[in-house]
């Protein structure tokens, strides 16, 4: 298990000393899914036993940006991503936390930072750069989503959080429900226990399950935009907060430690994710990642 634990932590090590493009953070690994049919969102993580425990971040990776430390047992995360090749080429997301408050009171999607939710921050295309969302521009560049469990009817679980900085609706066109309906693009599957827990509630658990496509170029819409093909060996830019709003006063926001909350709109500063070949065994994860790692070295050492 040690082993398995100092994988990720070496093979930053030896990929720290590389020139990547547009990098400035760390190098963690992304596995592949390996029946990509047997996924099913639903917010449950009983279908993810097919990838090691390595994988996951933990409360231990991260460091609150508000630099309030509260304890584990106030607030305690994990979650871990994946991704499947053409034909459905997606990435997957889980995450759970174990929470002594629960909160959901913000009925507007443009402060669901203020109760218990995730920011996720994705640069398919690892080309870094702004992404705030105040301009086609930035919102061409990255992607930033918001997802919170129950939200108010007709909202999405996964929202387009540069709608904060843009007046253009148009733009959730990739979350899982548009206008009221289902797109393809996204779904997503959340829990909660005990199952009638409501704001305030204490000792709360909540999960979010998460299959969605990536863009190298977001538009206005799937027909104007530039899908991204997910294959082995590439780098992708990904980040996660994730927000404890345990009063009204004040929430604590959780990132991976040694990244930057600024790359929340930079791309330049996401933690660089290197895609691995799907394994039918779990225990084939260590093999498959040294082998990748060894061919990495070797093809820029030439």
Known sequence: MKDKILLPILASALLATLPLE????????????????????????D??????????????????????????????????????????????????????????????????WADDALQLNIDADHSGGGFLGENMEEINNAQRYHLRIRPPSGEPVFWNAQLEYIDLPEIGWSSELYEGAPTGWSEVGWTVNPPDAENFSTNVTWTIELRTALWDIYDLSAETSTRHNNEAGQIIHLTVVSFDGDTESYNHEFALNETSPLSAVDANLMVDYF??????????????SWGWIKSHLDAQLR
């Open 22 to 45: 547009a990098h400035n953070g760390l190098e963690l690994f992304l596995p592949g899914v390996p029946s990509p049919g047997d996924m099913i969102m639903d917010g449950n993580n």
């Open 47 to 112: 279908d993810w036993g097919w990838m090691d425990d390595s994988f996951y971040v933990t409360s231990d990776q991260q460091y609150d940006t508000q630099e309030r430390n509260p304890t584990r047992d106030d607030y305690d995360t994990l979650y871990g991503f994946a991704w499947s090749a053409p034909p459905e080429n997606m990435l997957y997301f889980f995450f759970r936390a174990q929470d002594d408050t629960l909160r959901l009171l913000e009925e507007d999607p443009k402060r669901w």
């Open 275 to 288: 895609l691995l070949e799907a394994e039918d065994a779990p225990t084939a994860a260590e093999e498959n």
